[in-house]
């Protein structure tokens, strides 16, 4: 059901690569709930996706832009200015380890990959940001949200170098949120998301388990891609703009757990088959 809550917003996704994609999920509701939006990828990315069928979907266009490399940043906005003027919302669903692709462990990380996880993970925020700042391309009451994940803030085993880089992330979120807020009303969060099976995330060895750990912990059980999606929406309307540098999970109860009755019967039937 469609609740008008982005109509006449304007926007930019970044991220969308295919169906399994959670800005892919933004964009469709986005879409649904009234608003207009550019989507952006990689040049690499788009390569290996199917962005060109969402934008179809959605009645828009496909602007290549390396979230790594400044003049794309500013091209893209640019083109966002020329469609729109200015915009109200901002998705960043970017991240990308080679360090964990590669299976590298924390302790033997190569420090060129390390440098590229930062880069295009969190200083890619960094970079959106500052561009959208500098051309003044927000509404007041704009929203910038990115994804994150709870590894930011607890260790959890092979998510490696993307932890410190979400980190970064959220600390991003919180810098600029002050500035941009207080000079510009643009508030800026981040969402803290279950462990999603996107085509990123199906990469991660073990990530089938660590579903499993997760859905077994959580109270509500994991969140889905179409259920953060929702949330985002929320984060883009009027219905919070007295939300701003916030770390928000979105989580079914994860962050909050410490032991659940589910977790602890798998753990003690594995105890009894030593």
Known sequence: MAYNLLKGKKGIIFGALNNMSIAWKVAEKAYEEGAEFILTNAPVAMRFGEINELAKACNTEVVSADASKLEDIENLFEIAEKKYGKIDFILHSIGMSLNVRKGLKYDELN?????????????????????????DIMNEWGSIVALTYVAAQRTLFRYNDMADAKAMLESI??????????EKKVRINTISQSPTMTTAGSGVKGIDNLLDFTDRMS?????????CADYCITLFSDLTKKVTMQN?????????????E??????NKSLEQE
Do not use: C, W
């Not at 930062?118 to 500098?134: E, G, N």
């Not at 109270?219 to 259920?227: H, Q, S």
């Open 248 to 260: 928000l999970f979105h989580d079914g109860g994860f962050s909050n757990m410490g032991m659940s």
């Open 219 to 227: 109270p509500l059980g994991n969140a889905t891609a179409e259920e």
């Open 262 to 267: 589910r977790a602890m019967t798998v753990y």
């Open 173 to 182: 979120a919180r810098s600029f949120g002050y500035i941009y807020g207080r």
């Open 111 to 135: 420090y060129d990959y390390y440098h590229k996880t930062m880069d295009i993970s969190a200083m890619s925020f960094h970079r959106v940001i500052q561009v959208a700042k500098q051309k």
